[in-house]
Structures are given as C-alpha cells and as structure tokens.
C-alpha cells in the first residue's frame, strides 16, 4: 500500500532537533574557515569515484528512491535500476529491496521502480520488496533495517548514484547497518549537473555528520534516537 505523508523537508523544518544540528554545522562551517564543508566535499567525491558497480555476490541489493516527475522516473532513478536489472540477471543479488514512499498522492517511487524492473524482465519467482512508507535517505534505511532481518544473513549493498553514496554510508554507518555500496553509474565522470548534485549531497552530509557528532557528545537520546 502506498503511503502519502508530507514531503520529508517539511517535516524537517517543524523539527527542532534538525535546527539544532544547523546550528551546530554552521558553526564547525565558521569555525574551520570552510576547512570542514571542503573535507566533506572531497569525500563525497572519492566516494562517488571509487565505488564499484560489481558488489558481492548473493547479496541483499537495496535501491534506493528518487523524487518523481509526475510518477515517472528521471534519468538518475533509470539509471538505479538499470543497474539493479543488470546485477539481478547476472545471478548476484539474492533479493532487492525497493525504497521509496510518494510524495504528492501520486505513485510512490519503489513502486515506479518494480513496474520498470518488470518491463525488463525479471526472473520468475524473483524476491522483491517494497518498502512505500520512507520519506528520505535515513527512512529509506531505517525500514530497510526492519525487512533485511526477514530475507536471511547476506551482505548488503547499498545502490544508487555515485554523488548520493557518500550520504547513504554515513546514514548506514550511523545506524550500524554492515554495508557495500554499488554505484548506478559506469562512468565515474561527472558533467556539471553531477557536480552541482555531489555539492549539494557534501553538504548535506556535513550537516547530518554534525549532527550525529553533537548528539553522541551530549548524549541527546531524543535526537539519538531519531538514527537508530
């Protein structure tokens, strides 16, 4: 069943823990003369040039979601599960997991997902789940915690494009979810709409890292609470 909840920066923005870890990477920004932001940036960007596009065999492949355009996929989410097909016809994934909610009533993005996987062509019997119900990237790997435990012990491996895999291992890390990561992409070249993306995931990034960082030092539970 599809769920429709608020788009996730609304409800971020009603959110006061959120603005507190604002705060508290505006202030690492400052502090660090910028030093903190161009680490994070450098990062993401050895993430998104390193990652492989052949992970482990026998795996629990999860693909992650993106924001439709009036229920159809965009290139980067066609590129996700053309590389999900790709990987499934070659024998190595035991079982896929599709993440991704709705966002305006419409179809949600796992499921847009599984009906293009389907006009690919699938093997018969094939396990896919879907989990409809995240909203963002942390949602996204919070349930898939909760239905990784059903399919069985198997490595997991984390799909999705090169300038977003950074932000899933630091989500994944912090939730302590074992991982690989697969990249989307063949080509580890980026033209200037990846670049602008990659900045925008580096930032991203500096504020959750932040975040996680200040929470664990003060022992804020609630805020703790909302990663694990």
Same mark, same amino acid.
Request: with cysteine; hydrophobic share 45%.
């Given at each position: 069943?599809?769920?429709?909840?608020?788009?996730?920066?609304?409800?971020?923005?009603?959110?006061?823990?959120?603005?507190?870890?604002?705060?508290?990477?505006?202030?690492?920004l400052?502090?660090?003369?910028?030093?903190?932001?161009?680490?994070?940036?450098?990062?993401?960007?050895r993430?998104?040039?390193?990652?492989?596009?052949?992970?482990?065999?026998?795996?629990?492949?999860?693909?992650?979601?993106?924001?439709?355009?009036?229920?159809?996929?965009d290139?980067?989410?066609?590129?996700?599960?053309?590389?999900?097909?790709?990987?499934?016809?070659?024998?190595?994934?035991?079982?896929?997991?599709?993440?991704?909610g709705?966002?305006?009533?419409?179809?949600?993005?796992?499921?847009?997902?599984?009906?293009? !996987?389907?006009?690919?062509?699938?093997?018969?019997?094939?396990?896919?789940?879907?989990?409809?119900?995240?909203?963002?990237? !942390?949602?996204?790997?919070?349930?898939?915690?909760?239905?990784?435990?059903?399919?069985?012990?198997?490595?997991?491996? !984390?799909?999705?494009?090169?300038?977003?895999?950074?932000?899933?291992?630091?989500?994944?890390?912090?939730?302590?979810?074992?991982?690989? !990561?697969?990249?989307?992409?063949?080509?580890?070249?980026?033209?200037?709409g990846?670049?602008?993306?990659?900045?925008?995931?580096?930032?991203?990034?500096?504020?959750?890292?932040a975040?996680?960082?200040?929470?664990?030092?003060?022992?804020?539970?609630?805020?703790?609470?909302?990663?694990?």
């Amino acid at each position: 069943m599809t769920t429709h909840r608020a788009p996730s920066w609304q409800r971020h923005l009603r959110d006061p823990d959120v603005w507190q870890a604002f705060a508290v990477a505006s202030l690492a920004l400052i502090g660090s003369a910028g030093l903190a932001w161009l680490l994070h940036v450098r990062h993401t960007w050895r993430v998104a040039r390193s990652a492989p596009v052949l992970p482990s065999a026998d795996c629990h492949l999860l693909l992650f979601g993106k924001k439709l355009d009036n229920g159809i996929a965009d290139r980067d989410l066609i590129d996700r599960i053309a590389r999900a097909h790709a990987l499934i016809r070659a024998g190595r994934v035991r079982a896929l997991i599709l993440l991704g909610g709705s966002r305006d009533g419409g179809p949600s993005e796992a499921a847009v997902a599984q009906d293009l !996987l389907l006009q690919l062509g699938m093997p018969e019997g094939f396990p896919i789940v879907l989990d409809e119900a995240s909203g963002d990237t !942390l949602e996204n790997l919070r349930h898939a915690r909760g239905l990784l435990a059903a399919l069985g012990d198997a490595p997991v491996v !984390l799909l999705s494009n090169r300038y977003h895999l950074a932000r899933c291992a630091l989500l994944a890390h912090s939730i302590g979810l074992q991982h690989e !990561l697969c990249a989307a992409e063949s080509d580890p070249g980026f033209g200037r709409g990846h670049w602008l993306r990659l900045v925008k995931e580096a930032s991203l990034s500096l504020w959750l890292d932040a975040g996680i960082r200040w929470a664990r030092l003060i022992g804020h539970r609630r805020m703790l609470s909302k990663l694990g």
